[in-house]
């Protein structure tokens, strides 16, 4: 029975093929799960950028309609948007006092949109 | 000899292969390891261009709001006018604002200089003039603009400023971004 390799498996065959294993499945493991990580931070990190853009564009639409003297008068609305130089586009909605206005005078709204992100910024008064 | 060919590893082609495998896994997985690396370092540039452009803006537009109506020419060239662009240069912007620190008001001036913003001002009880950087040197500036709307009294729209601002960061970080500014004093006629 003992010349039979396979009653008698030596303790020292195909370690080295086990280790080798284990290290490629080791570094593989590292490496895949590091670039997960660092590829995520850089999704979030561009869709941040967007959203800086975003949130500048929507603060530009309440800016320019604010402070009109005839009171504030939307002309950029969803239909027709108005762009910005770097892309970004913007429309507001103005709403008198009612049932989703619970303001003295208007309710702004104002929808930045650059790329796929949007921000808004209501301003009541 | 036996035991010695008993003990025999691997043969030359089951070794070829496996080194190939070996490699072409290996070269793989440090090419994403480096593209990985490299998009890291890039988002931190990002994110560093960010701050600092949030944070410009954001000083930028708070002064811009409390500016106040030059009735004496004493810092714009002409008297009744709420912002100017400095000799016409729309990379520059002068207004004037109630200075804090000095308990009166001064002269401000927003500019580009050399790709960093700086600014500027003049006390207008002293005359003193100080300076300051707004960004850093990992930022370069490669464009700034200032429109002005309704920048005189005898109109009567509130004065606007619409801001341009067109940057570089570390590792080719690219951002251009814009936003309006509206004088918040009521500009009527004095």
Redesign the interface.
């Known amino acids: 029975m003992n010349n039979i390799p396979m009653f008698n498996p030596s303790p020292q065959k195909g370690v ?2 086990f280790f ?1 294993f284990m290290v ?1 499945t080791l ?2 493991s590292i ?2 799960g ?2 997960s990580i ?2 995520t ?2 999704k979030i ?2 869709d ?2 967007y959203s ?2 975003a949130f ?2 929507a ?2 639409g309440i ?2 309609i ?4 005839s009171g504030p008068i939307s002309s950029c609305t969803k239909i027709s948007p108005c762009f ?5 586009e913007y429309f507001t909605v103005v709403k008198t006092p009612g049932l989703d206005c619970n303001a003295s005078n208007y309710c702004i709204t104002s929808i930045g949109v650059y790329k796929e992100t949007r921000r808004a910024i209501e301003v009541d008064f | 000899m036996d035991n010695v060919k008993n003990k025999a ?1 691997f043969t030359l082609v089951e070794m070829i292969v ?1 080194i190939t495998i ?1 490699s072409i ?2 070269s793989a ?2 090419g ?2 480096a ?3 490299k ?2 370092r ?2 931190l540039a ?2 560093e261009s ?1 701050s600092q ?2 944070y410009v ?1 954001e000083y930028m537009s708070r002064a811009l709001r409390m500016a106040k109506k030059d009735l004496s020419a004493s810092c714009l060239s002409l008297r009744g006018y709420n912002y100017e662009n400095t000799n016409n240069d729309t990379s520059k912007i002068k207004f004037i604002k109630f200075d804090y620190s000095q308990n009166y008001d001064a002269c401000y001036e927003f500019s580009l200089q050399g790709g960093i913003l700086q600014e500027s001002r003049t006390s207008l009880q002293t005359g003193v003039k100080t300076t300051q950087n707004l960004t850093s040197a990992n930022l370069a500036i490669n464009q700034l603009v200032f429109k002005l709307t309704g920048e005189n009294q005898n109109n ?3 004065p ?1 400023v ?1 801001i ?1 601002l067109n940057l570089a960061g570390r590792e080719n970080s690219q ?10 004093n ?1 500009d009527v006629n004095e």
């Not at chain 1, 604010?66 to 003297?69: A, D, F, G, N, S």
């Not at chain 2, 951002?175 to 500014?181: A, C, E, G, P």
């Open positions: 080295s093929i080798s490629m570094l593989l490496a895949l590091l670039s660092f590829l931070q850089v990190s561009r941040i950028g800086v853009v500048y564009a603060d530009t800016e320019q604010l402070m009109q003297r910005l130089d770097n892309g970004a | 590893g496996g070996f896994i290996l997985v440090a994403l390891f593209t990985s690396l998009a890291q890039s988002n990002v994110e960010l452009t949030s803006l009567d729209i509130q606007r619409v341009v951002l251009q971004i814009q936003t309006t500014v509206s004088q918040r009521l």
